[in-house]
């Protein structure tokens, strides 16, 4: 007899972190219930309109908004960017091009540069001991 699969579930808030949006912009349906598995699989293949809008327009979650700064989310926090943006406002600070702006994106290029550094060490290392 063949087992039936358990549906699995998650919070809203996880859902909307694994569709990249501010939770406290999804329409209240969404985050007053909960999304399956195959719910979430069907928002991300076919996204409704207000999953479109906001992923256009925002306000986006810190981790998009450090994304399309090209900052990391420590970057925002020290630049006291704790709340949610706009597109239209991510835009805006890009155009402005604040120091802060220049200053994290210099810290966060020479991180991933060290970063690739370190992995190619530890790729090289086996191949030394052979």
Known sequence: MARQRSVQTMKPATAAKKLGVHLDSTPAEFREGVV????????Q???PEWLRELRANGPHPRPVV???LGVSISGLARAEI??????AQIAAIKEEQPEWLRRERTIRA???REEARVKALRVEKPRAGR
């Open 36 to 43: 399956s598995r195959d719910e979430l699989d069907a928002l």
């Open 45 to 47: 293949a076919d996204p």
């Open 66 to 68: 450090a994304d399309r």
């Open 82 to 87: 704790t709340e949610p943006l706009t597109t």
């Open 110 to 112: 020479e991180a991933q």
